[in-house]
T-cell receptor, first 114, second 114 residues
């Protein structure tokens, strides 16, 4: 079956621009996570959705970052006024429920801010 | 807060050598522990997990034992293959009331030469 998909796979933008990153979770998975992975580091948690609501957004670094999941399936991570420090691989994961179920990861979107 | 520390990499081994990648953690309560693997060009995949003290997770010849007394979850394999070349991440979940975010270590790059 289809796994978690993310688009685009690569995004190059200029400092100050707005970007949207999309995540399609596995069908039927209610929990969705966004992580950010900087070069040479492990992924860091950004935000968690249970259904349509953001249950925990404490990992978002500042108010330039925002994410939505309006129908409880696809999620979009939005970054305003991008900065060079936002360059990283943005990973999405989904799991069946919230309770210690295996998180299945997408291939990631590599964001480069020039 | 929660944290995971992995041995510094990269690690280079010859085929059929014994592998150990050290992982220690800091967390309150009783976290669940995981090893994820990232093969070149692919997304993160769960390799194995252990949910309570003294549990042993195993998969594909890899093993790790949850040691609460030493707060460790070292990854081992008796005979590595070239196809094991990848980045390995140790991670934990300390389930909070609002979801199950993964906390990752920095990752260890393993290269196995024929």
């Amino acid at each position: 079956g289809a796994g978690v998909s993310q688009t685009p796979s690569n995004k190059v933008t200029e400092k100050g621009k707005y970007v949207e990153l999309r995540c399609d979770p596995i069908s039927g998975h209610t929990a969705l996570y966004w992580y950010r992975q900087s070069l040479g580091q492990g992924p860091e948690f950004l935000i968690y959705f249970q259904g349509t609501g953001a249950a925990d957004d404490s990992g978002l670094p500042n108010d330039r970052f925002f994410a939505v999941r309006p129908e409880g399936s696809v999620s979009t991570l939005k970054i305003q006024r991008t900065e060079r420090g936002d360059s990283a691989v943005y990973l999405c994961a989904s799991s069946l429920t919230r309770d210690l179920d295996e998180q299945f990861f997408g291939p990631g979107t590599r964001l480069t801010v020039l | 807060g929660n944290s995971v520390t992995q041995m510094e990499g990269p690690v280079t081994l010859s085929e059929e050598a014994f592998l150990t990648i050290n992982c220690t953690y800091t967390a309150t309560g009783y976290p669940s522990l995981f090893w994820y693997v990232q093969y070149p060009g692919e997304g993160l995949q769960l390799l194995l997990k252990a949910t309570k003290a003294d549990d042993k997770g195993s998969n594909k010849g890899f093993e790790a034992t949850y040691r609460k007394e030493t707060t460790s979850f070292h990854l081992e394999k008796g005979s590595v293959q070239v196809s094991d070349s990848a980045v390995y991440f140790c991670a934990l979940i300390r389930e909070e009331t609002s979801g199950s975010r993964l906390t990752f270590g920095e990752g260890t790059q393993l290269t196995v030469n024929p």
